[in-house]
């Protein structure tokens, strides 16, 4: 079974931007900038937004943390992004996602910039993935497409399922299938037989949060599976799907740790860095 290491592929892509980024830096008199907004002290955020400020560093990208308390206001938290929205020197914002209990992350995240919103959640750039026009795309599906083509695994004609319906996973990775030519068909927890469906899939993609969800007797042999899921168990931290099953059926597939998560990472650079040209060459 190939492993697509998703680790070695986004130190490839870091590498390319860190040329870019120098190149891009040199020719406007300054770095592309991201700010993360991280409200409350959730530690599983607290390390992802510490991975980003690494990643950043690594390839020249000027990343500042914005932290705020927990029980901060509705309308604090607003004028904050406002504020970011109107400075010229960030090209990226990014909201940490969940909140804490009581703040509305739709309306913080419909007040963003779109040409800012290097997370691809805004209604604007959703709305242009599914018209197929030029957006800043979410990381997670974007990440794993890059993947995907840095392997030479092509969808096209190929009959793929997305287990999963999120707005941050499955329906804009549907959506890019889409665009590659796949036949898509997006499984949830009320689809009947979903045994039936994922066996005779070609690409089986899992973003599900249930720890070894996908078992090898549900796939197709030769099949690709993409396991976006990541949980923490007592044994660590495991995927949607039974790796260790899996590895006499599937052909390609991505280990949890080290698949699909540092493609998201890679990912939120290329967007920023795009986010930045866009607002240079516009000025």
């Not at 770095?31 to 560093?57: F, H, M, T, W």
């Not at 992004?81 to 990014?94: A, E, K």
């Not at 979903?194 to 899992?206: C, T």
């Not at 931290?237 to 540092?262: E, H, I, K, R, Y």
């Amino acid at each position: 079974m190939l492993i697509l290491d998703g680790k070695m592929t986004a130190a490839t892509i870091r590498g390319e931007l860190r040329g870019q980024a120098a190149a891009l830096r040199a020719r406007h008199g300054r770095a592309p900038g991201l700010v993360v907004i991280l409200v409350g002290d959730n530690p599983a955020s607290q390390i992802y937004v510490r991975n980003k400020e690494r990643a950043c560093e690594d390839v020249g990208i000027a990343s500042r943390c914005i932290r705020l308390p927990a029980d901060i206001p509705q309308a604090q938290l607003e004028d904050t992004i406002l504020i970011l929205n109107r400075d010229p020197d960030i090209d990226g914002i990014l909201l940490q996602l969940p909140l804490p209990k009581g703040l509305d992350s739709q309306r913080c995240l419909e007040l963003i910039d779109p040409s800012k919103d290097v997370d691809g959640f805004h209604p604007m750039n959703m709305g242009r993935l599914t018209l197929g026009l030029p957006c800043l795309r979410s990381c997670t599906p974007a990440g794993i497409m890059s993947l995907l083509a840095r392997y030479d695994l092509n969808v096209a004609g190929k009959k793929v399922v997305v287990i999963g319906r999120s707005n941050i996973v499955g329906k804009p990775l549907a959506l890019m299938l889409l665009q590659k030519n796949a036949t898509v068909t997006i499984c949830h927890s009320k689809t009947n037989d979903l045994r039936s469906e994922v066996s005779g899939a070609d690409f089986v993609f899992a973003a599900v949060g249930i720890p070894k969800f996908v078992t090898a007797d549900m796939v197709k042999p030769g099949a690709v599976v993409i396991d976006v899921g990541i949980n923490r168990t007592e044994r660590g931290l495991v995927g949607d799907c039974d790796f260790a099953g899996l590895q006499g059926v599937a052909s390609a597939m991505t280990p949890v740790p080290g698949g699909v998560g540092p493609m998201t990472i890679a990912q939120l650079l290329v967007n920023t860095l795009d986010a930045y040209v866009e607002h240079v060459s516009g000025c």
